[in-house]
């Protein structure tokens, strides 16, 4: 047991270590939070601790790295050469480590003053930039000569303390009395308290924290104070992963055009833009209305709709609306992925899903995606305006959806409320009632096109449901067998449950003050349906698309009528545009489906679902969108 003994003393040594990061990089966010905190002296006192807290399980993951390092090349090696020198070699790691951070903890100081947010996309533009200027930039403007000094010197301070730290006493193997059983504990606990520290304080990946759902807070300071260094620099490396799909567009201009011409577009224009031009036959509606209003339901799945599902009521206002003689319905339509972005850039842009994060491409912010949206619907003489439950940070959404052809977008962040029920967004009805007051004050005759992207419906899931009315134990008793009645599951339900509610109470308060209103009601995704077992593909994955409103006619589509996200700007303008009027986009609208639609993995045809991996002849024709849609945003809408 002689050598264990030495392992379970260092393995102490390495606990100090961990404890140590955890406080330090607390610390870092304590003075980053200090010396801005005037950006947020409105903010209630209780969303700093929570920026703290949040922040905590991120560097569990930062410290638990660190530490796992130093374990790797002192306490292990130590394990099986007693005479190594583990103190000295832990203590050299984790001095350069403790330097390395303090100098990047200097650096953001004035990089969040010039760039708004810790270190993100810029460094990678920095990589392809002047690096002389940028040297120089540093040293006049940013105080380099003595930034960097001082972050020397504190980062050395901090490796002394932790080294009086290390030195203090740890409890010997050799005095313990059940050395088995706490042998086999330690053996145990290890791995537990790896998965914990993995998951930043959980122990699943649902109940997680990472650089993406970091942001849940309303001020951005506090949202960027949430990551330590460490994990910033890991949103960089992820980004610039994004960013290297660009390797892939590896074929030439006549290549291009082939695709084009395999995707039933014009190879011989000069743009892909132009490739995709569509001409409107005759406008579906008599009379053009002056709000259209597209709702993109968080985790708005189909299956509530389903008939093993619909009696439960659970979507009782998109069921009435569906059923409603002046809507129509696709029966199988596919989200453009399995996350909100996802959605959103099928949306903002047209694109096919090529893998690419266009909302963090230079190119978007570059160009106009005639493809997208916002393009064709200020093309047809309407404003834009773009709702979010949630915050502009969040995936660079606020950004990225005022570069494409949207006048206003506005979010939690410029909201009121008094609970932040949820850390991914507002409440859906606070949201709803800023859109209906922004409605009520629009000039009559002003043609507003507005998309709202809800968030109460997204884990985790903490509105008081129950407060809002729904009736817990009724919903009980009317499960069926492939949904447990635990509460956990009522609560994810309810969650849905509510979202419909003020969907639908939103709807028919607009449609009883402006009747001519068109509603689009569709999901960003479906949800996770974690909760029932088995289920076919389009109880998984597909989301409904409800076209609502006075001239709707039913017969437009039919139970075997499929769709996608990137076909609804096409379908909207086939719906209100004029006779001759052109818009670009790569898929037809869906009035006109002649063939499959496809997602990022699913493909739909006659009203069935089905994987692009198991029909190859579809899985081309998606590779070549993707390939069309990837040179559109990496290389620009010019063929040649």
């Known amino acids: 047991m002689k050598r264990f003994g030495v392992f379970f003393e260092n393995l102490q040594t390495d606990l100090k270590a961990f404890a140590y990061w955890c406080l330090i990089f607390s610390l870092f966010r304590a003075i980053f939070i200090f010396i801005y905190y005037s950006q947020i002296s409105s903010i209630e006192f209780s969303e700093v601790l929570s920026a703290m807290w949040l922040g905590l399980r991120m560097s569990l993951k930062t410290s638990g790295i660190i530490v796992l390092i130093g374990a790797l090349f002192a306490t292990m090696p ?220 968080e985790s708005y799945g189909l299956w509530p709709f389903l008939p093993e599902f619909k009696d439960l009521g659970i979507v009782e206002y998109g069921s009435k609306f569906m059923d409603s003689k002046q809507s129509a319905n696709i029966s199988t339509m596919l989200a453009h992925g399995t996350g909100t972005i996802w959605g959103v850039s099928g949306l903002v842009t047209g694109l096919p899903a090529s893998g690419i994060y266009e909302n963090y491409q230079d190119n978007t912010f570059k160009t106009q995606y005639h493809t997208g949206i916002g393009y064709i619907m200020k093309q047809l003489g309407y404003k834009t305006v773009f709702w979010y439950g949630g915050f502009a940070g969040w995936q660079n959404v606020g950004k990225f959806v005022s570069s494409q052809n949207f006048d206003e977008f506005h979010c939690a962040d410029n909201f009121k409320y008094s609970a932040a029920d949820n850390p991914w967004s507002c409440p859906d009805k606070v949201l709803f009632k800023y859109v209906s007051d922004y409605i009520d004050k629009e000039i009559p005759g002003e043609k ?114 499929v769709g996608c996200h990137m076909q609804i700007a096409g379908t909207l303008a086939e719906i209100i545009a004029p006779q001759g009027f052109t818009y670009s986009a790569i898929l037809p609208n869906m009035f006109e489906n002649r063939e499959a639609v496809f997602n990022h993995r699913l493909w739909a045809y006659d009203g069935e679902i089905g994987l692009q991996d198991k029909n190859q002849q579809i899985k081309q024709v998606a590779d070549t969108a993707r390939d069309i849609s990837a040179w559109r945003i990496l290389k620009g809408n010019e063929i040649e």
């Open 448 to 561: 507003v096109f507005h998309i709202i992207l809800t968030g109460t419906n997204h884990p985790p899931y903490t509105l008081n449901i129950d407060n809002e009315g729904f009736d817990r134990e009724a919903m009980r008793k009317k499960l069926p067998p492939s949904i447990a009645a635990t509460e956990d599951n009522l609560t994810d339900i309810g969650h849905f449950w509510y979202a419909d509610q003020q969907m639908g109470k939103f709807v028919e308060r607009i449609q009883n003050k402006l009747p001519d209103t068109l509603f689009v009601i569709t999901g960003d995704h479906s949800e996770r349906f974690s909760f029932a077992k088995e289920e076919d593909l389009r109880t998984l994955s597909a989301i409904p698309c409800i076209f609502y409103g006075n001239g709707v006619d039913k017969n437009w589509f039919n139970n075997k009528s």
């Open 78 to 297: 130590v394990t099986c050469y007693l005479k190594y020198p583990a103190q000295k070699v832990r203590l050299i790691w984790h001095s350069m480590a403790l330097v390395f951070f303090t100098i990047l903890f200097f650096a953001r100081i004035p990089y969040y003053k010039i760039f708004n947010s810790g270190f993100n996309s810029m460094l990678i533009n920095g990589m392809y930039d002047d690096k002389y200027a940028i040297l120089m930039t540093a040293i006049n403007e940013y105080q380099l000569y003595y930034r960097l000094p001082a972050a020397i010197i504190a980062g050395f301070l901090l490796a002394y303390f932790l080294k009086k730290v290390l030195q203090t006493p740890v409890l010997k193997f050799q005095a313990i009395n059940h050395k088995k059983i706490v042998a086999v504990l330690t053996v145990i606990l290890i791995p537990v308290f790896w998965i914990f520290v993995r998951f930043g304080g959980a122990f699943t990946y649902e109940g997680s924290i990472n650089w993406v759902s970091a942001a849940r807070l309303k001020a951005n300071l506090l949202n960027e104070a949430i990551l330590d260094d460490g994990q910033a620099l890991y949103r960089v490396c992820k980004i610039h992963e994004y960013l290297g799909r660009v390797a892939s567009v590896n074929f030439n201009s006549a290549d291009m055009r082939n695709k084009i011409e395999f995707l039933k577009g014009n190879k011989n224009a000069n743009t892909i833009d132009d490739a995709f031009l569509h001409t409107v036959s005759s406008s579906k509606l008599k009379v053009q209305p002056d709000n259209i209003i597209v709702i993109l339901g």
